[in-house]
Each structure stands twice: as C-alpha cells, then as structure tokens.
C-alpha cells in the first residue's frame, strides 16, 4: 500500500514563503506523475502544479512565477516551493501521485492546511 504524507503548511503573511513536502512509500515514486492539488472552502480542488517521471513540469497559469515543483527520486520526495504568497492562496494543499499507463494508479496524502494572512 502507498502512503503519501505531506508536511510543511502553516499560517504566513502575504508576500511570505513556504515550502511543502510530500513524501511517498512504497516503489512506486519514480515512475510517478506528482501533482500538487489544492482546494479551498467551497471551491473545487484544482492542479497546481505537476512534475512528471521525467522531470517535466506544468503550473496552474494563477501560480506561474511563484511556485516550484521539484522531485527527489532518492528520497521519494516531491516538493512544492511557494515564493510571493497570497491571501487567495489560502487553501489545503494535496499531494497526488498519478499513473495513467500500465501499472495504473491513483494515490493521495491527507493534505496539509496552508493560511495566507496578516
């Protein structure tokens, strides 16, 4: 069974950082698409940010600039580096990791609460 645990949310004032972690288990990291989703009170979860097995990454056109997606193979390890934050960026964050060929699969974290405010 796979297990992805997130870490690194908080409260921070606008214009502040945060860097979230992800960190799976089981074999199934490196052949993974990780996704950061988000989801605020009474919104839908939307993508944030994607990376996929090799390397290749795609932002949410409302995060471009300000965030950073990268991957640790050797530690199973996916991160999600967040520069200039928002109020609106208030949301809780998951961690996703996807596998649209053969072996298919699906895998989320618990979430992890980050809070923009003064």
């Known amino acids: 069974q796979v297990q992805l645990v997130e870490s690194g949310g908080g409260l921070v004032q606008p214009g502040g950082s945060l860097r979230l972690s992800c960190a799976a288990s089981?074999?199934?990291?490196?052949?993974?698409?990780m996704n950061w989703y988000r989801q605020a009170p009474g919104k839908q979860r939307e993508l944030v940010a994607a990376?996929?097995?090799?390397?290749?990454?795609n932002y949410a056109d409302s995060v471009k600039g300000r965030f950073t997606i990268s991957r640790d193979n050797a530690k199973n390890t996916v991160y999600l580096q967040m520069d200039g934050l928002k109020p609106e960026d208030t949301a809780v964050y998951f961690c996703?990791?996807?596998?649209?060929?053969?072996?298919?699969?699906?895998?989320w974290g618990q979430g992890t609460q980050v809070t923009v405010s003064s």
């Open positions: 996703n990791a996807q596998r649209v060929n053969y072996p298919r699969f699906d895998y």
């Open positions: 089981g074999s199934i990291f490196s052949i993974a698409t």
């Open positions: 990376i996929t097995s090799g390397g290749n990454t």
